[in-house]
């Protein structure tokens, strides 16, 4: 993966600016350590970094081909699965190639198709193609890749992989206005669809691309969810599920440096494992798998509701029948604590508090083994894995079913700020908009109809949180993770299986257990959900709480200009009465989420308005 950024202007000379894109390339060093390049013309400054995963000799970037007096210049963030394929029907149109990189594919690609490239790529991309009059920008389907951008009121387009690196631009000061609060306390860790939190930063959607010329920018989406009938018997759908999820994982293998897996013991996650073990064994080769834990988990851990099971035996179970080279990281939860700051710079927001700076330091350690890791993001949005698709009290209520309470939310805004916004109306709205977005069939039963719509809330909002996460702890890095069930095709195939064929067996996500079946022990295949392992040792809770409290007596923090100290006071005695966001964000994650908050304030000089 890598990082991109650049300028276009048709008014400026933007060589004379060459030291503002350079600050911009800093930003993003951390994604891309291996190399870097910069691009600079009168209308278009481009730079990126860069870690080298496939051909590191012909993949350098900006790339530039000229061709029958058309030049064209790149820069890309991503990895194309279908490359092959690609390479072979552009060399039928008489495209030569020098290397095997994704890279110069992709860039002929654009050459040979236009913007229409983008309906033939299968990959997660963020990228930028400049012809000397137009820039192209696109981003995948799934929004697996992060693509920032603003217009300066001097009218240059701005856009970069991470907000930091908009940030170093003179002309985006880090503003937050009343919207970019009601995002933070209403909505985060979580964001609007295209929302930046910061004042004029907006970020290209998923399945979104666009043309910026002297006209201006103009964006289009190529790709959206479409109901279609679903007409195949249940035994055809759990082969084609079978076959869909196989070969997304099977592609996602491809790589030149040392590939592994996370391992939680879940479904998700065994199941990635199980295929990439056959297929690098077909290679002779061994797969390594990576697991997380918190010191001393095992003696505080308590079975509940949203964490029914420990990971321990399963993951012991997956490792020893798939025969792997496993290491399991044991975090230390003052450690876990000490990160939230490096987390809420990875993300350039608040996040996802302790889940967020774990897998940070989880990462960390998995690079210091491997380049590539696959992980089993996005299987609960698609398939329906979420108590909240099977909970009719939950799935009853308007609003996020991750964030049920928005006036316990809303209790945390200081007076002036709560009087700028209305803020039942704010969420409405966004709630509201997506479901009039979802695509359904007029002959579709409530039942179908209420599935369709949780499914786009979640791939639209929750999976975009979860997703942003897994590129800014995994980039931070420089640690490529691919998330196979977010190839677009088992996401669109699934959102016209009907809810019965789904919930095979009368367990979530029984249409995947069944699919799995042969790959898994059946321990593993019919373990009951449980989320990713946060920690639970006390001192966790300790230590973020005599934080919180060093904040309220010190009485400084510009955390109060936006949130009540008496709401921060009641948090530090009284059990949330709601989890923040999600089942993962208890008390301590609100508590560590505020200090995250502070933490963003201060260093990003945010300019509240």
């Known amino acids: 993966m890598c990082g991109i950024a650049g300028m276009i202007d048709f008014e400026k000379d933007l060589r004379e600016r060459e030291k503002i894109l350079l600050e911009m390339q800093s930003?993003?060093?951390?994604?891309?350590?291996?190399?870097?390049?910069?691009?600079?013309?009168?209308?278009?400054?481009?730079?990126?970094?860069?870690?080298?995963?496939?051909?590191?000799?012909?993949?350098?970037?900006?790339?530039?081909?000229?061709?029958?007096?058309?030049?064209?210049?790149?820069?890309?963030?991503?990895?194309?699965?279908?490359?092959?394929?690609?390479?072979?029907?552009?060399?039928?149109?008489?495209?030569?190639?020098?290397?095997?990189?994704?890279?110069?594919?992709?860039?002929?690609?654009?050459?040979?198709?236009?913007?229409?490239?983008?309906?033939?790529?299968?990959?997660?991309?963020?990228?930028?193609?400049?012809?000397?009059?137009?820039?192209?920008?696109?981003?995948?389907?799934?929004?697996?890749?992060?693509?920032?951008?603003?217009?300066?009121?001097?009218?240059?387009?701005?856009?970069?992989?991470?907000?930091?690196?908009?940030?170093?631009?003179?002309?985006?000061?880090?503003?937050?206005?009343?919207?970019?609060?009601?995002?933070?306390?209403?909505?985060?860790?979580?964001?609007?669809?295209?929302?930046?939190?910061?004042?004029?930063?907006?970020?290209?959607?998923?399945?979104?691309?666009?043309?910026?010329?002297?006209?201006g920018l103009r964006l289009w989406s190529y790709w959206r969810l479409t109901a279609r009938p679903h007409l195949e018997s249940e035994a055809d759908t759990v082969a084609h599920v079978r076959d869909l999820v196989r070969d997304a994982i099977r592609r996602q293998l491809v790589s030149d440096v040392p590939v592994g897996t996370f391992l939680s013991g879940g479904l998700d996650s065994s199941v990635i494992s199980a295929v990439a073990a056959e297929t690098l064994g077909e290679r002779g080769e061994r797969l390594r798998t990576f697991s997380v834990d918190y010191r001393e988990n095992d003696r505080y851990f308590t079975a509940g509701k949203f964490q029914p099971s420990a990971d321990g035996p399963y993951i012991k179970a997956m490792a020893d029948d798939l025969d792997t080279l496993h290491t399991n990281v044991v975090l230390d939860p003052v450690q876990v604590a000490a990160a939230l700051d490096d987390a809420a710079e990875a993300r350039d927001l608040p996040g996802m508090a302790d889940v967020d700076s774990s897998l940070l330091l989880f990462c960390r350690e998995v690079r210091g083994n491997v380049t590539v890791a696959l992980s089993g993001e996005c299987a609960d949005?698609?398939?329906?894995?979420?108590?909240?698709?099977?909970?009719?009290?939950?799935?009853?209520?308007?609003?996020?079913?991750w964030a049920q309470s928005t006036a316990w939310r809303a209790s945390f805004l200081t007076p002036e700020y709560a009087k700028k916004m209305d803020v039942d109306e704010f969420v409405r709205q966004h709630w509201q908009k997506t479901l009039a977005e979802t695509d359904c069939l007029d002959d579709d039963t409530p039942e179908q109809k209420r599935v369709r719509r949780l499914t786009r809330l979640n791939m639209g909002w929750f999976m975009q949180t979860l997703l942003d996460r897994k590129d800014r702890m995994s980039m931070w890095s420089a640690l490529e993770v691919r998330v196979p069930f977010c190839d677009w095709r088992i996401a669109e195939y699934l959102y016209n299986v009907p809810p019965a064929l789904r919930e095979l067996g009368g367990q979530e996500k029984g249409l995947l257990r069944s699919a799995a079946a042969g790959w898994l022990p059946e321990s593993v295949l019919r373990r009951k959900k449980s989320p990713y392992p946060k920690t639970v040792h006390p001192i966790y809770l300790e230590t973020v709480a005599q934080r919180l409290r060093r904040l309220l007596d010190d009485g400084n923090s510009p955390l109060f200009a936006v949130v009540r100290r008496e709401a921060l006071e009641n948090l530090l005695t009284c059990e949330s009465p709601w989890p923040w966001y999600g089942q993962l964000m208890r008390r301590p994650q609100t508590i560590a989420y505020f200090l995250q908050m502070d933490h963003w304030l201060r260093a990003y000089q945010v300019r509240l308005l």
């Open 381 to 401: 949005e698609i398939f329906g894995g979420y108590p909240w698709f099977r909970d009719p009290a939950v799935r009853a209520e308007n609003g996020f079913p």
């Open 27 to 215: 930003a993003l060093r951390r994604r891309g350590p291996d190399e870097d390049g910069i691009y600079l013309s009168p209308q278009a400054a481009l730079a990126h970094t860069r870690l080298c995963v496939v051909d590191p000799e012909n993949g350098r970037q900006p790339m530039t081909v000229r061709r029958a007096g058309r030049t064209c210049t790149l820069v890309y963030n991503g990895e194309l699965y279908n490359t092959p394929e690609l390479r072979r029907e552009l060399s039928a149109v008489g495209w030569d190639f020098t290397g095997h990189s994704d890279t110069e594919v992709l860039l002929k690609a654009y050459m040979e198709w236009g913007p229409a490239c983008v309906d033939r790529l299968n990959g997660i991309f963020a990228f930028a193609a400049w012809d000397g009059e137009t820039l192209f920008l696109a981003r995948d389907r799934m929004g697996v890749k992060p693509l920032f951008y603003s217009l300066t009121a001097e009218g240059t387009l701005v856009f970069a992989s991470e907000i930091k690196a908009l940030l170093r631009h003179p002309d985006i000061p880090p503003k937050v206005d009343a919207e970019g609060v009601a995002e933070l306390l209403l909505i985060g860790p979580g964001r609007t669809p295209g929302q930046g939190v910061f004042r004029n930063v907006r970020e290209l959607l998923p399945g979104q691309c666009g043309v910026f010329g002297r006209e």
